[in-house]
């Protein structure tokens, strides 16, 4: 892994120069996989964002000695934070390509996780009912063709469901996705309001109790911006922070540009 500069002051030029070597290096292998547009002139930006979800899956997963499926394992931000931080019971991460898989297994990962390729509409045949105690995606489901049945795919191998997605109701997310859609080549994004993703997240004859947890106005892009390599990373953290607690602002919650959506499933 690449070494993290020192957070306390600006970077300069070729320290941005040599981190962008060392997480291109690292990052080759996944070039073709889902996921890998994540990466495309990665940034300090771009690193300061993985940063965020890490926190955020730390303060809300409470992944501690479950069994966890992680729909659309991506390059892998999941997978080494339950190695790294949670002692697990068990973790299966599925994808869409092999490539994907074996660029993953090419790390080391205790036994306890396996990789699979399975698409989100066919776990529920793969797996056994209510094997997983939490099943996670991190913004996977905005590229579902027909979210309302991968999730009731995926609802019946889990007890919960934690999942991270764009929120339609911000303003800027709908010009990216005019953007992005636009764009050749490219996975469609769709994302959906908060009443949208509830009904997508409900189960037939099972009762589920839904939860959502606002997240950051402040655009996803913003972070990959090129000024901010000036910025030091003290005051970056500072404006992310305010900005987690501005979301929280009663009027503000419903226009967040993530949703943290939670769904317990009860018998």
């Known amino acids: 892994m690449p070494t993290t500069p020192d957070p306390t002051r600006p970077m300069r030029p070729e320290d941005i120069e040599r981190e962008r070597s060392d997480w291109r290096a690292f990052y080759s292998k996944w070039e073709g996989t889902p996921g890998a547009e994540l990466l495309e002139g990665f940034t300090e930006g771009g ?14 997963g ?16 999941l997978a080494r934070l339950l190695r790294d931080e949670f002692p697990v019971a068990s973790y299966v991460g599925i994808e869409l390509t092999e490539a994907s898989v074996a660029n993953i297994q090419s790390e080391s990962f205790p036994d306890s996780f396996r990789f699979e390729v399975c698409p989100a509409e066919e776990v529920g045949d793969r797996f056994p009912p209510k094997c997983f105690d939490i099943a996670v995606l991190h913004a996977v489901a905005h590229h579902f063709v027909d979210p309302a049945a991968c999730f009731r795919s995926i609802a019946k191998v889990a007890r919960e469901l934690l999942a991270l997605e764009p929120n339609r109701s911000h303003l800027f997310r709908r010009y990216l996705e005019r953007k992005v ?8 994004e769709t994302s959906y309001t908060l009443w949208e993703w509830r009904g997508f997240l ?23 911006w090129r000024g901010l390599r000036w910025v030091p990373r003290p005051l970056i953290h500072w404006a992310l922070k305010l900005d987690r607690r501005l979301v929280r602002v009663p009027p503000l919650r419903r226009f967040s540009y993530y949703l943290l959506l939670r769904a317990v499933y009860e018998d």
């Open 47 to 60: 690193r300061l964002q993985e940063e965020e979800f890490r926190d955020l899956f730390r303060r809300h």
């Open 62 to 77: 409470h992944f501690e000695g479950k069994r966890v499926l992680e729909v659309g394992f991506g390059i892998g931000v």
């Open 181 to 188: 859609n636009a764009l050749p080549n490219q996975p469609v």
């Open 202 to 224: 409900s189960a037939p004859g099972r009762q589920v109790r839904f939860s959502f947890t606002p997240y950051r106005l402040l655009p996803a892009n913003v972070l990959n």
